[in-house]
């Protein structure tokens, strides 16, 4: 069975740093993707960055290239985005996900099978 619990996050200043990280536990194939998603009140939860597990390949939505950073640890259990010039339109729920398989269609909420709990990134201006 595979968990994925999330800490980090919290309330920044626009402009601030936040780092949120995501411990995987379980078996997940090396040929997997993972993920950040974030939902903000009244929004659909979109992607925001993904992974490939296994060639390290990264992914970004426009909206946060250049500020966001998605990588793993060296025993690929952890997964962190590092959020740096953070603005208000920021603000939301961010999530970590993961599914087997390439990074394809890596945005759809609905192709990832596990999913962390959830943590509120609140950036005020």
């Known amino acids: 069975q595979v968990q994925l619990v999330q800490s980090g996050g919290g309330s920044v200043q626009t402009g601030g740093s936040l780092r949120l990280s995501c411990g995987i536990s379980g078996v997940i194939f090396e040929n997997s993707c993972m993920g950040w998603f974030r939902q903000a009140?009244?929004?659909e939860?979109?992607?925001v960055a993904a992974l490939a597990r296994a060639s390290g390949e990264t992914l970004y939505v426009d909206s946060v290239k250049g500020r966001f950073t998605i990588s793993q640890d060296s025993a690929k259990k952890t997964l962190?985005?590092?959020?740096?010039?953070?603005?208000?339109?920021?603000?939301?729920?961010?999530y970590c996900a993961v599914r087997s398989g390439v990074c394809?269609?890596?945005t759809r909420p609905v192709r990832y099978g596990y999913w962390g709990q959830g943590t509120q990134v609140t950036v005020s201006s």
Do not use: I
Request: hydrophobic share 30%; charged share 25%.
């Open 80 to 94: 962190y985005l590092q959020m740096n010039n953070l603005k208000p339109d920021d603000t939301a729920v961010y």
């Open 41 to 43: 009140p009244g929004n």
């Open 104 to 106: 394809l269609d890596w």
């Open 45 to 47: 939860r979109e992607g």
